[in-house]
Structures are given as C-alpha cells and as structure tokens.
C-alpha cells in the first residue's frame, strides 16, 4: 500500500514554461486535494475533487489547473509559470469530510 | 485575514517534559480540528483530531483541548521525546455541508525537544 505518491521531487522551471504534477493514491479516497505551502507559512489550498470528474477551487487557484479523470489520478497543471509559484506542493486524499488527510511527500518546484 | 493562528514559531523543551502547543482560530463555524507533525522533506502526517462536540480526546502521548468559548485548541505531548523535534500544524474545517473537508491551517510551530 503506496498511500499517497507524487512525481517528481524536484523540479526547477523557467519563467513561462509549463509542467503537470502528478498525483495518485491506491486508498480508494473519493476526496482528493492539492496545497502550496510557502516558507514559513502553513499549507493553502489550490484545488480540490469529491471524485472522479468532480473539481472546484480552493483558496489560491490562480496559475493552476486540474483534471479528476479517475478515482486513483489528480494531476495539477500549471501554465505559464511565475516566480510566485515556487513553492512546495503536496497532494491529499482522504475517505470523507470527518476522516484524516493523508499527505505525499511533497514536490519542490523552483521557477526561476 | 487569518482565520487560523499559531502564534509560537518554536518551542524548545527538555526530554521527558511536556510540550504544550497552541492554536487559535476565529471562524466559528469550524467543528473540526486536527494536527499533523511534519519532518523535513516529507509531507505533513496526521497526530490527533477532535470534534467541537468534546472539550478533550487523547491516543497515547498526545492529547488535544478545546475551548470553543475562547475558540482555543492546545495540543500536549507527555513525556515528550527527541523524535518528536518537527513542525506541528494546527488545521480547522467544517465537517459538513459543502466544505468537503477542506482543510485551513495554521502557519505552524517547530519543536525541538533536547536530550
């Protein structure tokens, strides 16, 4: 049982570009997410998914996209990246409203 | 606006001692609380949660109060251990309706607890 699992560790982006996080847990989790967290600061939401294709956003979505094409997958795609979005990213999944998150190890994406 | 604080940075205490870590919120429509321990270069893992229906609820060392009044959670580590030296986030949602269980979390506390 993997949990939570996220691609890659580490990734460094030149200003404009574009890449896609990945995401997959093998929990069977309908409720999936994706935070930043900035040094220094707690984690803030970026997207959110009750299941399969079901998305909405979270409190800073801006410079972000996702897809929810299966239960397993929730890819975050940013385009056109800015400095802003360096940061580290962690993807959750967890079984209902009242469960625990289980959390990714995290991906730490420099944009310079 | 802030609706979830953590107003200590870090907190240091000699093995074997208590640790005592605080958070505060403002949003009283939050009836759900948790904290996660995050070591680096890992994600965040989940310690303890407590419902606003009970003032207390504990699982082995650790042990998270409630004081909705004051909208004050405390989370204590007795005794605590070198292992336990990491970051400590404090997170706060609301468990029903169309929040989803989103999660709001505090800026965090670093413990390092000394031999």
């Known amino acids: 049982n993997a949990g939570v699992t996220q691609t890659p560790k580490f990734r460094i982006l030149k200003i404009g570009q574009s890449m896609t996080l990945q995401c997959a847990q093998d929990?069977?989790?309908?409720?999936m997410y994706w935070y930043r967290q900035d040094p220094g600061m707690g984690l803030k939401l970026i997207y959110y998914s009750v299941g399969a294709g079901i998305t909405d956003k979270g409190e800073v979505p801006n410079g972000y996209n996702v897809s929810r094409s299966t239960t397993e997958d929730f890819p975050l795609r940013l385009e056109l990246a800015a400095p802003s979005q360096t940061s580290v990213y962690f993807c959750a999944s967890s079984r209902g409203t009242v469960y625990e998150q289980f959390f990714g190890p995290g991906t730490r994406l420099t944009v310079l | 606006d802030q609706q979830v604080k953590q107003n200590s940075p870090s907190l240091s205490v000699q093995e074997g001692r208590i640790s005592i870590l605080n958070c505060d919120y403002t949003?009283?429509?939050?009836?759900?609380f948790l904290w996660y321990k995050k070591y680096p270069a890992e994600g965040p893992t989940f310690l303890i949660s407590?419902?606003?229906?009970?003032d207390k609820n504990e699982d082995g060392r650790f042990t998270v109060f409630l004081n909705k009044s004051a909208k004050h959670l405390s989370l204590h580590i007795v005794p605590s251990q070198p292992g336990d030296s990491a970051v400590y986030f404090c997170?706060?949602?609301?468990?029903?309706?169309?929040?989803?269980?989103?999660?709001?979390f505090g800026q965090g506390t670093i413990l390092t607890v000394h031999p």
């Open positions: 929990m069977n989790h309908n409720y």
């Open positions: 997170a706060a949602s609301v468990a029903g309706g169309t929040s989803y269980g989103k999660l709001t």
């Open positions: 949003n009283s429509m939050f009836d759900y």
């Open positions: 407590i419902s606003s229906i009970k």
